[in-house]
């Protein structure tokens, strides 16, 4: 297998062979980590109606993943705090490369291409100094480590990229060191934003929630520039204010909703396929909740056990829980399946819509 990738790089290398595409990997169009009833853990690859097309085996709990934006290529992370990442080639489960946090870091779980595919962003704890940073890896150079820059702030969980090749961070605020697990270490004085950076990793503008225990987590982009941001509440649950928002650079944050049925935890955020609606969900609550996109009005709320992962569809958004069932959710909502397996907190669109 070692020398049949390397003829067929050495190919690709001199342009005699035709570059993969996600077609060679069975047209999926999300990603997925799951568990398997027996305990192990793997990258599931699920097409427009959830029906899965691929699985690969993980060594342990993976949390979101990032797809090249035209191979078939994705990057499975760990769960907070990790220290590993796979790039995985989706045609066949190989390992491309095995990516490890520089000494003195760890990931966040999450990462994302740049809109050629030829650099890796990854989030990641500089756990001595308590402060977030940004890594760059060069795919052309086998996923070699050639830099990092700041996150703009402490703990940064979700990254994305914006449609001016720039970046929009999720920093939580919230101190973790390996040595402590997943214990947070500076609840009182965490001071949770949103980033946004430039290419090169210049800060460019950061807001703040207006409670510093509103932590930052997720993040979707739409097409035109709009960010939606999901929250987790590190006070009492009970006293958790709205934990959903819009946001355009230079205006303030547009907050969505109420906490009422989320528990103080939002798992995942997404917009629809046509971009109109945003959609939240708690795992912790049992529930997914769909806000119109212009007015910020709730325009649906689900009651499903152990919901979380959530992504834009073809007509408006699909979801997946951790009891393997796949959900077709907007303003109608339909079962499309059920598997034997445990989706984790991220479904990823391979294709971004909306």
Known sequence: MANRRQFLAGLLATGLAPVPTWADA???????????????????????????????????????????????????FARRPGRFAL?????????????????????????????SGDYLFTTENDYDAGEGRIGVWDAAKGYARIGEFASGGVGPHDIKLLPDGGFVVA???????????RLKLNLSTMQPNL??????????????????HASTRHLAVRADGLVAVGMQWQGDVASAPALVALHRRGAPLQMLGDASAL?????????????????ITSPRGGTLEVFD??????????????????????????????????????????????ASLAYDNHLVAIAPRG
């Open 263 to 279: 528990d103080g935890y939002v798992g995942s955020i997404a917009f629809s396929g046509d971009g109109a609606q945003v959609a």
């Open 195 to 212: 980033a946004y950076l430039s290419a090169t990793g210049a800060l460019l503008e950061n807001v703040a929630p207006a409670h510093h």
């Open 171 to 181: 920093n939580g605020g919230i101190d973790t060191h390996p040595d402590s697990g």
């Open 293 to 338: 996109a212009t007015s910020g009005a709730l325009v649906q709320r689900l009651a499903e056990a152990d919901i979380c992962g959530v992504a834009a569809a073809d007509h408006g958004l699909l979801a997946t829980t951790g009891l393997g069932h796949v959900i077709r959710a907007d303003t109608a909502t339909q079962t499309l399946q059920s």
């Open 26 to 76: 069975g047209n999926p169009a999300y990603l997925s980590a799951a568990r398997l009833p027996d305990g192990r853990y793997v990258l599931t690859g699920l097409d427009r109606e959830g029906v899965e097309r691929f699985r690969i085996p993980l060594p342990d709990r993976g949390h979101a993943a990032a797809a090249h934006p035209t191979q078939p290529i994705a990057v499975a």
């Open 87 to 115: 790039v995985l080639d989706c045609r066949d489960g190989a390992v491309l490369a095995q990516l490890h946090s520089p000494e003195g870091r760890h990931f966040y779980g999450h990462g994302s291409f740049d809109a």
